[in-house]
């Protein structure tokens, strides 16, 4: 079973210790009413999870995803588990909006926050 969404923004961000990349739907006074967060935590020992939040739902940790599949504007996340929080899914899919900005972020980010997960498709 998997769960997916369309999404309309997309955004890339480093932190300090983490990369993050953002799926959003948003209404039209730019309010978010659906996100899914994705980011990857460096640690100072270089111990690195993968960390996702689906509306303040959090899953994680070193073994979450199987692979990552990205093809034109769709991101397939497939677990090693399925998730409680996604109702039992084994995929989330993540389609978004073909915009310059949207595929700049997923370019500028899904290998830096993905990984070794990343293992089919193209950016």
């Known amino acids: 079973m998997s769960k997916s969404q369309i999404y309309d923004t997309v955004a890339f961000d480093v932190r300090e210790n983490a990369t993050m990349l953002l799926f959003a739907c948003t209404s039209e ?11 990857r935590a460096i640690e100072d020992d270089f111990d690195e999870s993968l960390y996702i939040e689906v509306n303040e739902s959090q899953m994680g940790g070193h073994d979450l995803l199987k692979e990552a599949r990205l093809l034109g504007n769709t991101l397939t996340l497939v677990f090693n588990e399925a998730q409680a929080a996604l109702g039992e899914a084994h995929e989330l899919v993540l389609a978004f909006e073909e915009t310059e900005n949207n595929l700049s972020s997923i370019e500028s980010g899904a290998f830096r926050v993905l990984g070794d997960n990343l293992a089919g498709g193209s950016a």
């Not at 006074?29 to 980011?39: K, P, R, W």
């Open 29 to 39: 006074a730019g309010d978010i009413e659906d996100y899914v967060l994705l980011m």
